[in-house]
């Protein structure tokens, strides 16, 4: 329901909506909008370590051995299609329905379209206080490139907490792009510095930071959180937000009494703290071969019996045939016969954690905003939050984290497919493309909308005639001559008379895309690659 494919007819016009600027990697539809569907055999191919028994699915727990009797694993339970927001005849929102009652409701003439992505219909004889609204709840899972989010309805008996999830959002962070552009403006500041040009004022001498800053790029990471929860909270009645913001200490619940001085050093404290750190810095692989979902043993780099440390920078995590294979040997001469695999060791073992120290920094930032925008807002653990996961038997993905965040007995359903919504920007000022050389190589129209359109809106054509007849869904790119071009799921369609589109939904600064829940996520930085295809 929250999509349109191509040939779809629409059931209402979208109600107008505010202009937005103009943002070039809208003209590509891979993870930025929702045209740019997975394939169909992709779609239905089941997620890796996932069994279907019964139309229910489960964990790959159950087929890698895992199991064990002191933690069972339950069923997930079963998938079910998104659901629909309902907003009343005042937009207040009410209580999420299903595709086929939203359907049913539009056929009626009960509702109109309020928003196409996510889809979002408003009741035109119903409000608030006619209504029953018994609320739903938001988990977060705030992470360096992804931030999953999960609107979920809780029941409570006496057995316990049971969850239902009705949608799921992946949000793409654009923070390593801001970060670039920022070293690549500071890099053209210092050239401009040491030129020979007239004598500037210093002014790197009488700037403040306020307390509580940001770097721009976690700052955008707490902006587009708080943002995405507020839209939620004005499409769904959000009576409670649960977000993972803390890790505990393992070892010092376990040992009953506090630690002191070496034991933090030496004791269990010290081995758990590295493998969780080999974990976040391996990617929780096989740093040698890349293997994933088994057992990963810690290995020195450099091995003890010829002079290696015990330091975490000479600490892997590899799977045990490696670890047996490579034996004492130094991982030069282990990996002598795969060049790249060394190198990509080599320069893995100084990378910084810079994901890690990202996340660390916005967390906690992140929940004090929240706790001035939403009335009650839970904190949660991530170890509490895997242990949910894996007790439930679901595969690691963030929309599922933030499902599971927080106190959790049972799950009834999770959206079989999530959103995936991609930052892209809201383009730039300049009006002056420059090539390789630094020539100007084209020059924009200061004026973003040409014949009520701009590029990334997502739009409607429909060609009578012609070598391009059909309809034809996806978002545009706007052309001063008046045809414009458009990026549909089949591919690029160019010159197309501008009297020929309908507007469904203005940009707004995200791309979105409909996938289906466990595929892979797909780096951020690839959705943009080809930002410029259509320029």
């Not at 779809?8 to 943002?23: G, H, I, N, S």
């Not at 595969?395 to 007995?409: E, M, Q, R």
């Not at 973003?448 to 997502?458: E, F, Q, R, S």
């Not at 869904?473 to 010159?495: P, Y």
Request: aromatic residues 6%; positive net charge.
């Amino acid at each position: 329901m929250a999509t349109f494919h191509a040939g779809q007819r629409t059931d209402r016009a979208v109600l107008p909506q505010q202009p937005a600027l103009e943002f070039a990697s809208a003209d590509t539809p891979e993870n930025r909008d929702e045209t740019g569907r997975e394939r169909l055999t992709t779609r239905r191919r089941a997620a890796s370590g996932v069994e279907h028994v019964r139309g229910e699915t489960l964990s790959g727990a159950l087929t890698t051995g895992r199991v064990t009797p002191d933690r069972p694993v339950r069923e997930a339970g079963r998938k079910a299609q998104p659901a629909v927001f309902v907003l009343d005849k005042h937009g207040a929102p009410l209580q999420p329905t299903t595709p086929a009652r939203a359907r049913k409701l539009l056929k009626q003439g009960r509702a109109a379209v309020h928003r196409h992505t996510p889809f979002v219909i408003r009741m035109k004889d119903r409000t608030v206080t006619q209504s029953s609204v018994h609320g739903v709840e938001l988990g977060i899972d705030p992470g360096s490139q992804y931030t999953g989010f999960a609107v979920f309805a809780t029941t409570r008996t006496e057995a316990g907490a049971t969850r239902r999830g009705l949608y799921a959002i992946e949000l793409a962070h654009r923070g390593n792009q801001i970060r670039d552009k920022l070293a690549r403006r500071a890099a053209y500041r210092r050239g401009r510095r040491t030129r020979n040009l007239r004598y500037r004022t210093p002014r790197f001498l009488n700037r403040r930071r306020p307390k509580g800053w940001l770097a721009p790029s976690l700052k955008h990471r707490l902006d587009t959180v708080l943002s995405w929860a507020n839209r939620l909270a004005r499409w769904a009645p959000i009576s409670k937000v649960h977000i993972e913001n803390t890790s505990f200490d393992t070892h010092a619940l376990s040992v009953g009494r506090p630690l002191e001085s070496t034991d933090y050093q030496k004791g269990s404290l010290y081995y758990c703290e590295a493998r969780e750190y080999l974990s976040v810095k391996w990617g929780r692989a096989c740093a040698y071969c890349g293997v994933r979902a088994v057992r990963l043993n810690i290995d020195h780099i450099h091995p003890r019996s010829r002079g290696g440390a015990d330091r975490v920078s000479n600490l892997v995590l590899c799977c045990a045939p490696c670890n047996q294979a490579k034996s004492n040997r130094p991982v030069e001469e282990f990996l002598a016969h795969n060049p790249p695999a060394l190198r990509r060791v080599l320069s893995q073992v100084k990378a910084p954690l810079r994901d890690a120290a990202a996340v660390n920094a916005t967390r906690w930032a992140i929940q004090q905003t929240l706790a001035t925008a939403f009335p009650v807002v839970c904190s949660a653990s991530g170890g509490r939050t895997k242990w949910n996961r894996q007790r439930l038997g679901l595969p690691k993905t963030h929309t599922l984290d933030a499902l599971c965040v927080g106190s959790l007995d049972e799950l009834s359903q999770y959206p079989a497919v999530f959103l995936s919504v991609t930052a892209t920007g809201r383009g730039t000022y300049a009006r002056t493309s420059a090539d390789k050389y630094g020539f100007p190589r084209l020059y924009r129209p200061r004026t973003k909308l040409v014949h009520g359109y701009a590029t990334g809106d997502l739009a409607q054509a429909v060609v009578p005639s012609g070598k391009k007849a059909g309809t034809h869904v996806g978002r545009i790119s706007v052309r001063t001559r008046g045809n414009f071009n458009i990026r549909t799921s089949q591919g690029l369609l160019q010159g197309i008379r501008h009297t020929y589109f309908h507007l469904l939904q203005r940009a707004d600064g995200y791309g979105y895309t409909a996938r289906p829940e466990g595929a892979p996520s797909s780096p951020p930085e690839a959705a943009r690659t080809d930002q410029r295809r259509l320029r």
